[in-house]
């Protein structure tokens, strides 16, 4: 009767391994082939190094088969998995560097408009207003994204609640994370937090470029761009090597703070940069126990300058602790139904309507 695979197997279930269970038992048979009594098949190893202690294992299953009836010929191979393959390293991704020549002002592929939220001084609001407008036009069917271009104190990873390094599958393209609704770029997310970014100007330049045009934004009706403060490098870039729909320029009422919004209004200027409108940040404090309003900051100075140089006053949002809460715990006030969401939705209807957004 011709010897079956069913035999072979039975024969080397009886096969011991030196530190217990048989060739069958521990799945190490492979390839059992039968053709007029050769019978050939595979002792494969978990590893290299059992391997080379498994040549009396070898042995004693080629008799132990040899002996069968109607076997004629036995040959067995003795081999092992070889070591994992460590999976490919994903290309370097540097941020920074000399930015590279442009013959001019130019757009992300797939971006329609681009805006720019500024302010002439920190500490108004800006990034906390440039989170929750993006997410309140994504709220309202807007494809957005959202640049955080504040190289030296990135906040938007924390405020969208997001910090993971995105992903580049050739070392140039990068990859953009999404959060509310809104593809998110930002340098927070290429560099370890709490460290300082010290980088001369060119290095800061040459990011921007690289964020604006390296990363993979898809199609988008608006990128809004949150601008550090000031009139600096990254001002400058933006405005001279991007093809820009305007700047939003975020204030106090306070006069201090007017007066450094005053100094980024004429910078768009010198730039020749549109300014869509302005937005007057925490214009009061409403008192959560009586309702009372207070003008913690003044009154009407952002209305005052708006009419002064004739732009559109785009919205007046007050201080208010859970816009603050919702910025820190990464989820943006705009995202829920509240008040302050129906502030933001309204600067984002109106942006809509004019054809900004």
């Not at 329609?112 to 500490?123: D, P, W």
């Not at 005053?262 to 940069?273: C, E, I, N, Q």
């Not at 007057?280 to 126990?289: L, R």
Request: charged share 20%.
């Amino acid at each position: 009767m011709p010897i079956t695979n069913d035999q072979i197997l039975a024969t080397l279930r009886r096969i011991a391994m030196p530190d217990g269970g048989d060739l069958v038992s521990r799945d190490l048979i492979r390839a059992v082939q039968v053709n007029d009594g050769a019978v050939q098949f595979v002792i494969e190893a978990p590893t290299p190094e059992i391997a080379a202690r498994m040549e009396p294992v070898r042995a004693a299953a080629q008799e132990a088969v040899q002996a069968l009836e109607g076997v004629g010929t036995v040959r067995v191979a003795l081999t092992a998995h070889g070591p994992a393959a460590k999976p490919a390293a994903p290309p370097s991704l540097k941020i920074g560097g000399h930015p590279k020549p442009q013959e001019g002002p130019t757009k992300p592929t797939g971006v329609q408009r681009i805006l720019a939220i500024g302010s002439g001084k920190g500490g108004v609001g800006k990034s906390t207003v440039s989170s929750n407008l993006a997410v309140a036009l994504a709220k309202q069917g807007r494809k957005v994204g959202l640049l955080d271009a504040d190289i030296y104190g990135p906040s938007q990873p924390r405020m969208m609640g997001i910090n993971k390094r995105p992903a580049s599958p050739d070392g140039k393209t990068i990859i953009p994370l999404k959060a509310h609704g809104v593809t998110l770029m930002s340098i927070g997310f290429m560099m370890e937090e709490g460290k300082a970014v010290v980088w001369r100007g060119p290095m800061l330049m040459g990011a921007l470029q690289q964020m604006l045009g390296q990363v993979e934004w898809g199609e988008l009706d608006v990128l809004i761009v949150d601008l550090p403060p000031g009139t600096g490098d990254v001002q400058l870039t933006l405005c001279t090597k991007s093809d820009l729909t305007g700047a939003i320029v975020v204030s106090t009422p306070q006069d201090v703070a007017l007066i450094d919004a005053r100094k980024a209004l004429d910078m768009f200027a010198t730039l020749k940069t549109p300014v869509l409108g302005l937005i007057e940040n925490m214009s009061m404090f409403v008192c959560p126990d009586c309702g009372a309003e207070h003008q913690i900051f003044g009154q009407g100075g952002v209305a005052a300058e708006a009419e002064k140089m004739g732009v559109p006053l785009l919205g007046a949002l007050p201080i208010d602790l859970e816009t603050r809460l919702a910025g820190d715990g990464g989820t943006p006030i705009a995202a829920g139904d509240g008040p302050m969401a129906q502030a933001y939705a309204r600067i984002a209807e109106g942006l809509i309507k004019g054809g900004m957004a």
